[in-house]
């Protein structure tokens, strides 16, 4: 038995991880690309896979951070699908900078396809910098890691994965949703 996080486990060889934890077949990944700031355009892979994305994708996004006018144009372009959502934390919304964008995009959206809160149980940050595109027809894909959509994360050493694979583009959509979910039910008057 191993130790993992204070408990008791299974080699992870053995798929045996606590109950807890969500699980990833990796056998549907299709391409996994890492890319670190500064020294990749991390900007300018994120905003061509965006472009990329055909009409009638769905677009979930989570984002503490965010200042990119480029991605909002294509958050706002992917917005004609209604079933895409965009997340954003609170405390960032309400930054001088981040609050312009932020404005300008859900004045552009749907009421149901945004929300600004904080976490549900401590009430803190939405910390959380994901991507997600599911294609009409197609795997999709997710982009997550440190980078958030803002000038200043070009500059410092932040990573973004992106990997195509159907299951991870699900997961990572369903956690989104259900905290955009809670968001709009408990936190719904937060306004830009």
Known sequence: MLRMYG?????????SIPELTVM?????????????????????VLLAALKAAPDGTICTSSQFG??????????ARLASNPASRYLFDRSQEM??????????????????????????????????????LTYPVGPGWTATG??????SAESQFNIID????????????????????WTKQNQGGNQP
């Open 24 to 44: 990833q077949p990796v056998t549907d990944v299709s391409e996994w690309s890492t890319f670190f700031a500064p020294d990749d355009d991390v900007h300018g």
């Open 7 to 15: 408990l008791e486990v299974a080699p992870l060889g053995t798929h």
């Open 66 to 75: 965010f200042t990119d006018q480029d991605i909002a144009d294509e958050f």
């Open 146 to 151: 440190s980078f958030n959509l803002s000038k």
């Open 95 to 132: 930054g001088h900078t981040e609050r312009p964008i932020v404005q300008a995009l859900v004045a552009k959206l749907q009421p149901d396809q945004w929300a600004i809160g904080t976490s549900k149980k401590a009430h803190q940050i939405l910390h959380t910098k994901a991507v997600v």
């Open 162 to 181: 992106i990997v195509i694979s159907p299951s991870r583009a699900a997961l990572f959509r369903k956690m989104i949703e259900e905290m955009f979910d």
